[in-house]
């Protein structure tokens, strides 16, 4: 093969998300000028719409960023999402009249669900547990406490003015933009990050250079539970109601957002943009299927096929990359 061909596909095989992305909504764009005579994409009430479906598994999907890049994984958050919705639904209904009580309520429901992320950290970092295994049994754990602390319901319904202001109109998808942007700097820009990629690219190198991986590790899985408690209360604030199992269908959206955005499971690469677009790729299918009245269940086909394809890709990459 020779260098301009293997430039080419390694251009596209870099950039195939966002040239997806694309292709998506000129699809959808295409079927809404010739099926309804008005467009997908600029349409206000669209754009709302797929921004709102990805921004709480954005959330997630920044945290869990952070833990893949290490060739982690994090399956816990989903219900640590909704241990944080039900904790700050439980918390607000004390004095429901009183925007006060969020001062209270948001920060410790946040400070709750760090426990699960430090013991995450701890098992994996410490006691060498496998992050799957490790996580898994806190996605059990955090289960129950959410279902535990909801009481006898699934549901907690709040009715307090600020927490409703929080999860108006566009205030999720500006908050979710905010700390998105915060995280990509991090991880992008600062030795944090460098580390991050130095013990997902080899920890045993990483420990040679001098980084303390054990400390580093446990602060990584915290990042992913303060990301999953801050999805959990978007969440309540948006439905006015915590959900003890809000969280349940996004964590395999926030796995495939990272990995759709170019990163590998194997660690060592993947960035917060990618994620981005791997979210605005799974919201795009989901609100776009659903806009050309193709039955709901077809989206979990659509976005578990383009997981396959990104883990083609990303095999693609590494044989390109090592010359085969």
């Known amino acids: 093969m020779d260098d301009s061909r293997m430039a080419r596909l390694a251009w596209i095989s870099k950039f195939w998300p966002w040239l997806f992305l694309l292709a998506l909504l000129v699809f959808f764009e295409i079927y809404a000028q010739v099926a309804v005579h008005r467009s997908f994409v600029l349409n206000a009430y669209n754009l709302q719409s797929i921004c709102l479906a990805a921004s709480a598994p954005l ?3 920044i945290g869990q960023t952070f833990v893949i890049v290490t060739a982690g994984i994090d399956l816990s958050v989903g219900f640590v999402m909704g241990l944080a919705a039900v904790c700050v639904a439980q918390f607000t209904v004390l004095d429901e009249d009183a925007g006060a009580i969020l001062l209270l309520s948001i920060p410790l429901s946040i400070v709750v669900c760090l426990i699960p992320g430090l013991v995450n950290g701890l098992l994996i970092a410490r006691l060498r547990v496998p992050a799957f295994i490790g996580t898994l049994g806190m996605y059990g ?16 319904s709040v009715n307090n003015a600020a927490l409703a202001w929080i999860g108006a109109g566009w205030r999720p998808v500006i908050l979710t933009a905010v700390l998105l942007a915060i995280m990509h700097f991090i991880l992008s820009r600062t030795r944090f990050g460098q580390y991050t990629y130095a013990i997902g690219g080899n920890e045993q190198s990483a420990v040679r250079a001098g980084i303390n991986v054990r400390r580093h590790l446990i602060a990584i899985y915290v990042i992913s539970a303060a990301f999953a408690a801050i999805g959990g209360i978007v969440y309540t604030a948006r439905f006015a109601a915590g959900v003890a199992n809000a969280g349940e269908p996004m964590l395999l959206d926030s796995i495939a957002a990272v990995v759709i955005g170019g990163a590998s499971l194997f660690g060592g690469t993947g960035n917060v943009i990618g994620t981005l677009i791997g979210s605005l790729i799974i919201a795009v299918i989901e609100f776009g299927l659903v806009f050309i009245d193709v039955n709901a269940f077809w989206q979990f086909i659509v976005v578990g096929i383009v997981i396959i394809v990104s883990v083609l890709i990303d095999q693609y990459k590494e044989r390109l990359g090592g010359g085969a």
């Open 141 to 156: 754990v955090a289960r129950g406490a959410g279902f535990l602390a909801a009481g006898s319901g699934m549901t907690v």
């Open 59 to 61: 959330l997630l999907a």
